[in-house]
């Protein structure tokens, strides 16, 4: 699909928490209204927080940016528990559990909402939703286009390799991985083009490019526009 077409709802997963998954996220429906559409954001699972408009939940963090009433946390943020842990133990840690089947209902009814969606998930992809369900079983059930996002740095090769094996055994075939920065220590770029080499090697993917440390997200820098638009390049 091109640029100039209907874009497709996505979701955005990483290689591990504290990757960049809502940076990501951000820039993806930055792009996306200035294209035209009118993207509605969801994370159906917040943990660390203690209600969704939360200053330190990511639906409140990227409604405050971005500024669209279409991403009011409240409204797109679907369970929140308190503790900073998997949403199976967060939602066990107030004696309350999340309904997979409910969960995927409410994802949908958001679907049919928006222009398109943007769906963040909560960790990686094996961690743990309810007893019985993975967060890389939501993705399956909803089969998403999937952004994988990764650590710029040392180990990224081996988490990203890792992760698009787990995706590829589900059958999520169509995968992009977008490379990270996640500290102002710029990690040296000779270690930052052969990540890329070998996960695009070895994985079989196509890598979107890399996005550097944002140092003020009301002058995005253009280089991180083109970046990021490169998303929508061949959907």
Known sequence: MTSDSKISHLFVTGTDT???????SFLLLKAMIEKGFSPIYLKPLQTGCDFPNDLKADASIISKRLNNIRITPKCTTLY??????APWFAALNVNKSIDPDQLLKKIKTVKKKSDPLVV??????????????????????LKFPVILVARDGLGTINHTLLSLAALRTCGVSSVKVILMATSPIPTPKKMV???????EHFGHVSVVGHIGWIQDFRAIPDHIIRTIGKVFDTQ
């Open 18 to 24: 504290n990757v960049g998954k809502s940076v990501v």
């Open 80 to 85: 929140c528990f308190p503790q900073p842990k």
């Open 120 to 141: 963040e998930g909560a960790g990686g992809l094996m961690v743990p939703i309810s007893a019985d369900f993975l967060m890389i079983d939501l993705i399956t059930c």
């Open 193 to 199: 083009s052969e990540n890329r080499q070998a996960i």
